[in-house]
Nanobody
Framework: QVQLVESGGGLVQPGESLRLSCTIS????????MGWYRQAPGKERELVATFTGGGTTDYADSVKGRFTVSRDNMKNRMYLQMNSLKPEDTAVYYC?????????????WGQGTQVTVPS
């Protein structure tokens, strides 16, 4: 069982920055893909940024050029640097990871951290 714990959310003004952190309880060698999703009130959960299984990064069009996903393999942590925040970025942000183990696919989610950018 892989556990993910997010931190770093909060209330910021438009144009400001936040950095989210996700601590993962497994070595990154055991992880296939990892990334960040978000869910705004009344909307479906959507992909924000991810490290794919091939090790490349991918971003939602709405955050390209503003958000950067990174990771620290030694600390088993993943980060989401969010710059130039907008009110439409308001959502609960979730850390996600998946793995293949003994022929089965597993995915794991953190508990979420709230990011609020008032209009």
């Amino acid at each position: 069982q892989v556990q993910l714990v997010e931190s770093g959310g909060g209330l910021v003004q438009p144009g400001e920055s936040l950095r989210l952190s996700c601590t993962i309880s497994a070595s990154f060698h055991a992880i296939n893909a990892m990334g960040w999703y978000r869910q705004a009130p009344g909307k479906e959960r959507e992909l924000v940024a991810t490290f794919t299984g091939g090790g490349t990064t991918d971003y939602a069009d709405s955050v390209k050029g503003r958000f950067t996903v990174s990771r620290d393999n030694m600390k088993n942590r993943m980060y989401l640097q969010m710059n130039s925040l907008k009110p439409e970025d308001t959502a609960v942000y979730y850390c996600h990871a998946d793995q293949y183990y003994s022929g089965n696919y597993y995915e794991f989610w953190g508990q979420g951290t709230q990011v609020t950018v008032p209009s």
